[in-house]
C-alpha cells in the first residue's frame, strides 16, 4: 500500500486581508528602518538572521526515486513500552516529513505499516527474515532501516530528560548491497540522537502521560533521522516539543 500525503486544506482570503497587508508592509519597513538608524551594533547579526535565514545543512544522502519503505527494528526491545505503536509512529514521522520535503511521493513511498506488520507476522513464529527479504515483500527497492540504540525517560539516571538514539542506514533491495553510509564506510550506519526538554517528572509516573513524552521523543528523533535526506535549517525557532 503506499503511503497517502496529508490532504492540503484550501487556503480561504477575507476582504479584511486586502486593507491589512499594505498597513502591515508598511509598519515592517518603518521597522526596519528603525533598526537601521539605532546606534548599537549588535542587531546585526539578528537582523542578517532576519534576511537572510538560519545557516543551512545539507543532505548527508540524496534518496533516489524509487519505491521506498521505511522500517525500524527494535528486536533488542530498547522501547520498554507501547513498542509497537512507538515504532510505527516513528517510521511514519520519517515518511511524512520526507514526503513534505518532496523526497518521497505518493507513487515512492510505500506504508510502514505493510512492512512492520509482515515482519511482526513472521516473528511470531520466531521466523527472522532479512531485512531485505521484508522489503522484497512490501514491493519495496530499497529500505530506509532504522535500528532503535537507546530510548530512555533519563540520559543521566536522575533528570527527567527523554533521549533516544538510533542506527540508519539506506539499503539497496534489489542489488543487496548497502547504499547509505556507502560500502566503503568505516562506520556501517550513521547514528541519530534526540533529547527533550526536562519534562514534570509527574508524567512519567502514569502510562498516560509517559505516552504522550515517549511520542514527543519520537517526534524529535524521527525528524533528525528524516534530515539526513534533504537540506535543512541548522536549527529550529521555538520550542514544540514539550508534551500537551
Given at each position: 500500500m503506499r503511503f497517502a500525503r496529508n490532504s492540503t486544506?484550501?487556503?480561504?482570503?477575507?476582504?479584511?486581508?486586502?486593507?491589512?497587508?499594505?498597513?502591515?508592509?508598511?509598519?515592517?519597513?518603518?521597522?526596519?528602518?528603525?533598526?537601521?538608524?539605532?546606534?548599537?551594533?549588535?542587531?546585526?547579526?539578528?537582523?542578517?538572521?532576519?534576511?537572510?535565514?538560519?545557516?543551512?545543512?545539507?543532505?548527508?544522502?540524496?534518496?533516489?526515486?524509487?519505491?521506498?519503505?521505511?522500517?525500524?527494528?527494535?528486536?533488542?526491545?530498547?522501547?520498554?513500552?507501547?513498542?509497537?505503536?512507538?515504532?510505527?509512529?516513528?517510521?511514519?514521522?520519517?515518511?511524512?516529513?520526507?514526503?513534505?520535503?518532496?523526497?518521497?511521493?505518493?507513487?515512492?513511498?510505500?506504508?510502514?505499516?505493510?512492512?512492520?506488520?509482515?515482519?511482526?507476522?513472521?516473528?511470531?513464529f520466531s521466523e527472522l527474515l532479512p531485512i531485505d527479504?521484508?522489503?522484497?515483500?512490501?514491493?519495496?527497492?530499497?529500505?530506509?532501516?532504522?535500528?532503535?540504540?537507546?530510548?530512555?525517560?533519563?540520559?543521566?539516571?536522575?533528570?527527567?530528560?527523554?533521549?533516544?538514539?538510533?542506527?540508519?542506514?539506506?539499503?539497496?533491495?534489489?542489488?543487496?548491497?548497502?547504499?547509505?553510509?556507502?560500502e566503503d564506510d568505516q562506520m556501517p550506519s550513521r547514528?541519530?540522537?534526540?533529547?527533550?526538554?526536562?519534562?514534570?517528572?509527574?508524567?512519567?509516573?502514569?502510562?498516560?502521560?509517559?505516552?504522550?513524552?515517549?511520542?514527543?521523543?519520537?517526534?524529535?528523533?524521527?525528524?533528525?533521522?528524516?534530515?539526513?535526506?534533504?537540506?535543512?535549517?541548522?536549527?529550529?525557532?521555538?520550542?514544540?516539543?514539550?508534551?500537551?
Amino acid at each position: 500500500m503506499r503511503f497517502a500525503r496529508n490532504s492540503t486544506r484550501p487556503h480561504h482570503r477575507s476582504r479584511a486581508a486586502g486593507s491589512i497587508a499594505p498597513r502591515l508592509c508598511l509598519g515592517l519597513g518603518l521597522g526596519l528602518a528603525l533598526l537601521v538608524l539605532l546606534p548599537a551594533c549588535n542587531i546585526v547579526g539578528p537582523l542578517a538572521y532576519f534576511v537572510g535565514g538560519l545557516p543551512k545543512i545539507d543532505a548527508q544522502y540524496e534518496i533516489q526515486p524509487r519505491p521506498t519503505v521505511v522500517f525500524v527494528d527494535d528486536r533488542a526491545n530498547v522501547i520498554d513500552s507501547n513498542a509497537r505503536l512507538l515504532r510505527l509512529e516513528l517510521a511514519d514521522v520519517v515518511t511524512s516529513e520526507l514526503m513534505e520535503q518532496d523526497i518521497l511521493t505518493v507513487e515512492t513511498a510505500i506504508s510502514p505499516r505493510d512492512a512492520m506488520g509482515m515482519a511482526l507476522s513472521r516473528d511470531r513464529f520466531s521466523e527472522l527474515l532479512p531485512i531485505d527479504a521484508i522489503g522484497r515483500e512490501v514491493g519495496a527497492e530499497q529500505i530506509i532501516y532504522i535500528e532503535m540504540h537507546a530510548f530512555r525517560d533519563t540520559g543521566d539516571g536522575t533528570v527527567p530528560r527523554p533521549t533516544g538514539s538510533c542506527r540508519v542506514r539506506v539499503l539497496d533491495v534489489t542489488n543487496r548491497v548497502r547504499l547509505f553510509p556507502p560500502e566503503d564506510d568505516q562506520m556501517p550506519s550513521r547514528i541519530v540522537n534526540a533529547v527533550i526538554p526536562p519534562v514534570d517528572p509527574g508524567l512519567l509516573r502514569s502510562q498516560s502521560s509517559r505516552l504522550k513524552v515517549h511520542r514527543a521523543l519520537i517526534e524529535s528523533l524521527g525528524s533528525s533521522v528524516a534530515k539526513l535526506f534533504y537540506r535543512h535549517e541548522a536549527r529550529e525557532l521555538g520550542d514544540r516539543l514539550k508534551p500537551r
